[in-house]
Nanobody, 123 residues
């Protein structure tokens, strides 16, 4: 499985971005999908995930109520809608996949990583 993330960019605080992660392969629907992020000088942390069946979306406390994860198995794509962005959301966001799980966390359990996409939120 290859993962290609897109949609990052520069936005002002309070703004919105939508990240997309397109996956290759015919087994996309068998993977839990989600996102981690890594700010400069910090470790990579979990952001959001959706199970392989499409249910059980869950989020880090820091993004609950602001971010929404969804997946379209027909398009082999997972999305992260990010609203009410804050400067502390600035990070490189990584798409991740984990076989037949309800979540992608922890990071050492991830089967596939995409290249990151930079999100920068200015104050």
């Amino acid at each position: 499985v290859q993962l290609q993330a897109s949609g990052g960019g520069l936005v002002q605080a309070g703004g919105s971005l939508r990240l997309s992660c397109a996956a290759s392969g015919r087994t996309f629907s068998s993977y839990a999908m989600g996102w981690f992020r890594q700010a400069p000088g910090k470790e990579r942390v979990f952001v959001a995930a959706v199970s392989w069946s499409g249910g059980s979306p869950h989020y880090a406390d820091s993004v609950k109520g602001r971010f929404t994860i969804s997946r379209d198995n027909a398009k082999n794509t997972v999305y992260l809608q990010m609203n009410s962005l804050k400067p502390e959301d600035t990070a490189v966001y990584y798409c991740a996949a984990r076989w037949r799980h309800i979540t992608i966390a922890p990071a050492d359990g991830v089967d596939y990583w995409g290249k990151g996409t930079q999100v920068t939120v200015s104050s």
